[in-house]
C-alpha cells in the first residue's frame, strides 16, 4: 500500500503526479485552496474545467495541470455541512474514493489531498480527517497502484488532526 504523509504547506507548491482541489459544483473556481490553484495553474485550466459542464457533490473530475508543477489536478465536490444528516459524511469519503480512482486512472502513483469541505463548506475538521484517512486507507488496501499519498494541510491544527487520525499524534507515541 501506498506511504501516506501529512505535511503543513501549500498545495500548488507540490511535486507529485495529481493534486485534489476542493472545487464547487460549478468547477469554474472561487476561493481557498481551489482560488489557489487557479491562480497557480493559469487560465488554461479555467478554459478546460468550463469544457467539462460541472460535477455532482461527492464525485470529482480530472484536468491536466498547466503551471502547476502537478500533472493533473483532480476537481472534488465536497458537501457544504449543514448538521450531518444530509448524507455529508457519505458525500465527502465519495470525494475521497472517486478522486483516487481517477488520478489512478490517469497513471498517477502519487497525489496530494486538501482538507476537502473544511473552510467555507464547514465541515468539522477532525470528523473529516477522520474520513479522509478512513476512506484512502480503504480504498488503496490491497492496490500497488499508488506509491505515496500527501494530507496537505494549511494550518497547525488540521495537521494535528490528520496525524491523530493516521495513529501517528503524540498521544499514541
Ligand atoms: N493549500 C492547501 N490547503 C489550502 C490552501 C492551499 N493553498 N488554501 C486553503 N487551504 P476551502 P471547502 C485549506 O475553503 O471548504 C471555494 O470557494 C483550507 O485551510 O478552500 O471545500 C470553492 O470554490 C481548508 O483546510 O474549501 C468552493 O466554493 C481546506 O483547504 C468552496 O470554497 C478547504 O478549504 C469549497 O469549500
Request: aromatic content about 6%; some cysteine.
Amino acid at each position: 500500500m501506498a506511504g501516506f504523509e501529512v505535511m503543513r504547506g501549500d498545495i500548488t507548491t507540490l511535486r507529485v503526479d495529481a493534486i485534489v482541489n476542493a472545487a464547487n459544483s460549478s468547477l469554474l473556481g472561487g476561493g481557498g485552496v481551489d482560488g489557489a490553484i487557479h491562480r497557480a495553474a493559469g487560465p488554461e485550466l479555467l478554459a478546460e474545467c468550463r469544457a467539462l459542464g460541472g460535477c455532482p457533490t461527492g464525485e470529482a473530475r480530472i484536468t491536466r495541470g498547466y503551471g502547476l508543477p502537478a500533472s493533473h489536478v483532480v476537481h472534488a465536490v465536497g458537501p457544504v455541512w449543514t448538521g450531518g444528516d444530509k448524507g455529508e459524511d457519505a458525500l465527502l469519503a465519495g470525494c475521497y474514493r472517486h478522486a483516487l480512482a481517477l488520478a489512478m486512472e490517469h497513471g498517477a502513483r502519487s497525489i496530494a489531498f486538501p482538507a476537502i469541505s473544511t473552510g467555507v463548506y464547514g465541515f468539522p475538521k477532525d470528523r473529516a480527517a477522520r474520513i479522509a484517512v478512513e476512506t484512502v486507507r480503504e480504498t488503496l488496501t490491497e492496490s500497488d497502484a499508488m506509491d505515496r499519498v500527501v494530507f496537505c494541510c494549511f494550518d497547525a491544527e488540521t495537521e494535528r488532526l490528520y496525524e491523530a487520525a493516521l495513529g501517528r499524534g503524540r498521544a499514541a507515541r
